[in-house]
């Protein structure tokens, strides 16, 4: 009987791109491959479900490290700056992993039905056994993929039994917020899709204030809490991790992929690459390219 690694494997060999990672057609949904270890992979992670179903990973997020490896799932319930790293992955046994983005509306949805109304968890990154009931669900949601006729049908109520099935989970109590109306969170969310989409742009922390529904004070707070960064430095994150996706994946030059993410001042973007990358973008490139 084919099982969730199989399904997996199946799918990830066939469309991963050079990166390792396969889009499939059911929104939020891909699988990863990896080959070997990787290096260090900097990202403003969005809320969501990995489930390692074969090799192992580890991610960093302020000072918590978290390892993970076959038959674990990790949670990210906020938008959250992490340093990621395959660890375990080879030609003959590649790391393979399920990644679904978590869906507030869904959860929000689930959360009036199971009736639950505590929210007292508030560590952005979990991991943990995998639930049977998710495996379960996300065996039958990969099974889809060969059935395309069946997808329009069948395709949304599997989604939602997955987030289900979280929610019902160890860690539950971390999702539950994510779908939590007027919450710290959910406000704090509203912020950062401004930020995702007009990071190249200077946007004015009162404009972020106001979309959250907060005062200044009440915005710098909550703000750090849910995502560890101030605003500016979250804005930070994102022009530079897209400048180094730019240079290692499209080639341009620093120069241009500075003024590209909003950037005045190349010597200004050199500084702060450096201290979040840990060398200069020339050099690290040239790193790059040279253990690929």
Known sequence: METLFDTVRRYADAHANPTGIALTPISGLSTVRATAPSPLMHDMSRPLACLVVQGAKQVTMGTQQYAFATGDTLLITADVPTVSQITRASIAS????????????????LGVE???????????????????????????????????????????????EMHYWLLAGRHGDAIRRLGMM??????????????????????????????????MSS???????VTSLSPLQFQKHLRLIEARRLMMSEG?????????????????????????????????????????
């Not at 790391?95 to 949805?109: F, H, K, Q, T």
């Not at 968890?121 to 943990?128: E, I, L, N, P, Y």
């Not at 919450?183 to 106001?210: N, Q, Y």
């Open 114 to 160: 199971m009736h639950a109304l505590q929210v007292s968890d508030q560590t952005a990154v979990k991991v943990g056994p995998t639930d049977a009931e998710v495996s379960d669900a996300a065996l039958r949601l990969m099974r889809l993929l060969d059935r395309p006729s069946s997808r329009p049908v069948l395709q949304n109520q599997l989604v939602r």
């Open 94 to 109: 590649p790391y393979y992993s399920l990644v679904m983005e978590l869906d507030p509306a869904i959860i929000a949805a």
């Open 219 to 225: 915005f710098h707070h909550h703000f750090r809490a």
């Open 182 to 215: 007027g919450s710290h969170v959910e406000r704090v969310a509203r912020a950062v899709a401004v930020l995702r989409h007009d990071f190249a742009e200077t946007i004015p922390v009162k404009r972020l204030a106001s979309v959250s529904g907060m005062g």
């Open 252 to 292: 341009a030059p620093a120069s241009v992929a500075a003024f590209k993410v909003g950037y005045e001042s190349v010597s200004q973007f050199t500084r702060e690459y450096g201290r979040l990358f840990g060398l200069p973008p020339v050099r690290d490139v040239q790193a790059s390219h040279a253990a690929a």
